[in-house]
Nanobody, 126 residues
């Protein structure tokens, strides 16, 4: 059974940094695309970043480029999201997801991922 558990969320001031982690079990990271999504109150779930399986290419939503860095450790089956220069609009519940995807991970919408963690809250104060 695929399981994903996020950690590392919290309260931070604007301009600060946080590092999220997502520990996976029941599957091998290197065979899955893995990614981060977020959902703010009253808004639809939004893609943040992902890593494709195979060549490990990384992709970012435009608003996160240059501020967020996604990485993974296949040996530890753990996905990371280093977030810096945080803004109040980054406040959301952040979820990690994993799925066997054929194409580059950035072409898939959130509902095409079948495996999700429970989410971790990130709150950025102004």
């Amino acid at each position: 059974e695929v399981q994903l558990v996020e950690s590392g969320g919290g309260l931070v001031r604007a301009g600060g940094s946080l590092r999220l982690s997502c520990a996976g079990s029941g599957f091998a990271f290197n065979g899955y695309a893995v990614g981060w999504f977020r959902q703010a109150p009253g808004k639809e779930r939004e893609w943040v970043s992902c890593i494709s399986s195979g060549d490990g290419s990384t992709y970012y939503s435009d608003s996160m480029k240059g501020r967020f860095t996604i990485s993974k450790d296949n040996a530890k089956n753990t996905l990371y999201l280093q977030m810096s220069s945080l803004r109040p609009e980054d406040t959301a519940v952040y979820y990690c997801a994993a799925e066997r995807l054929i194409l580059s991970c950035n072409v898939y919408a959130w509902h095409e991922y079948g495996n999700w963690g429970q989410g971790t809250q990130v709150t950025v104060s102004s």
